[in-house]
């Protein structure tokens, strides 16, 4: 009877695998392949999409996808209600610079996959992230994160929780895991090393690994992972986390209002929007760069400029001198032409004026004596 019953199953098994084959398509067949392996977890994996081909040649659906794209995988029975429910928070979000991009989703079929399910496959079609998760980036940095780029990360999530909040949806589960860093676009030019960061992982929102470690930009815990159960918990439900004395007073007092117990005084991202350390970033990034900008473009020629404004004042110098020189002159004119113009004219103008005349006088007064005799001469003749 035993037998029977499995021959029975693998015969349902074999059937609806024939049926799925005539519903559901292979990868290719679509018109797109996956590539390599990127991640396994609880909710499936995630590996490279291939769309092949010039976007006018491909099946109407892949027309407006990039040629790699990153597709989330699941059976039904598995995590596909996590998928499904991803689906549906990607569509009511629509488009955002903060929330990794969805392009569509399709069920395929694969032989390599066994089960009650015969190889029914679950796909959605998201975006790349070519520089992985928050949690890898800290990793990678082996001493954490600046604070400058912190504040960067942090005002781009606060923007995704603010639409993900404004549309009804909460993700219950941001953690640096589920931050994905994608490179830098015209959608979202603002980032760190040309890397946006991007909440991403819906379907598992409302779930928690049990071997997630909660990590810091500091790339430690909050608190010491030695500790038993029932301390940690003490811990986490009623001390706030010690904050590094290295932090500046603005970073320091965000996470105090981030670490807010009560719900209902803990500030929304939309009010952690307008805090200074978020606002520090939108400054930095609009204002300041262009400013260092200019001021780079502007040294080389600020020298010139210096050296045409100096030379007028220097101009202005010798000009003011003689101005102010006559002005006090007459100033000092009244009190000082009489002792020192007296004596200065009397021996300059004696000499020059003795010399001066006297040669000039002999060469007037001889040319008169002259017409004098002359005259005498005539008359005398006249009156001979």
């Known amino acids: 009877m035993i037998m029977k019953k499995r021959g029975r199953e693998e015969k349902e098994k074999n059937s609806l695998g024939k049926k799925q084959r005539s519903i559901y398509k292979r990868d290719e067949e679509w018109g797109w392949m996956r590539g390599k392996l990127l991640g396994v977890g609880g909710y499936g994996s ?66 390599e996959h066994d089960g009650n399910y015969g190889g029914i496959i679950y796909n959605l079609f998201l975006e790349n992230a070519l520089g992985g998760s928050l949690s890898g980036l800290i990793e990678r940095t082996k001493v954490g994160l600046l604070e400058s780029q912190a504040r960067v990360h942090t005002r781009s999530i606060l923007k995704g929780l603010e639409l993900i909040h404004h549309k009804g949806f909460v993700h219950c589960d941001i953690k640096p895991s589920n931050i994905l860093m994608v490179h830098c676009d015209d959608d979202n030019p603002h980032g760190v090393d040309g890397l946006v960061a991007k909440i ?24 010491d992972v030695n500790l038993g159960q029932e301390e940690l918990f003490s811990k986490i439900s009623t001390e706030t986390p010690s904050l590094p004395s290295y932090l500046t007073s603005t970073a320091q007092d965000f996470l105090l ?28 990034s609009e204002e300041e760069d262009p400013e260092e900008e200019d001021s780079e473009e502007e040294d080389p020629k600020e020298d010139p400029k210096d050296d045409l404004v ?69 008359s005398q003749r006249r009156g001979s």
């Open 46 to 111: 995630v590996s490279e999409a291939i769309i092949p081909g010039e976007a006018r040649s491909r099946p109407p659906q892949f027309k407006d996808f990039p040629s790699l794209l990153a597709v989330k995988s699941a059976h039904p029975g598995s995590s596909y209600a996590d998928l499904i429910m991803e689906k549906v928070v990607y569509t009511s979000l629509g488009s955002s610079p903060h929330i990794l991009k969805f392009y569509g989703h399709d069920h395929t079929f694969s032989e």
């Open 200 to 223: 991403a992982d819906f379907g598992l929102s409302k779930r928690s690994n049990d071997d997630f470690e909660k990590r810091m930009l500091t790339g430690s815990t909050p608190w």
């Open 257 to 284: 209002e981030c670490f807010t117990r009560d719900p209902n005084q803990r500030p929304s991202a939309q009010m952690l929007l307008n805090h200074s350390f978020a606002m520090k970033w939108e400054e930095d």
């Open 310 to 378: 100096k030379d007028p004042e220097e101009e202005e110098d010798p000009e003011e001198d003689p101005e102010e020189d006559p002005d006090e002159d007459p100033e000092e004119d009244p009190k000082e032409e009489n002792p020192k113009e007296d004596p200065e004219e009397d021996p300059e103008e004696d000499p020059e004026e003795d010399p001066e005349e006297d040669p000039e006088e002999d060469p007037e007064e001889d040319p008169e004596k002259i017409l004098k005799i002359k005259r005498r001469s005539r």
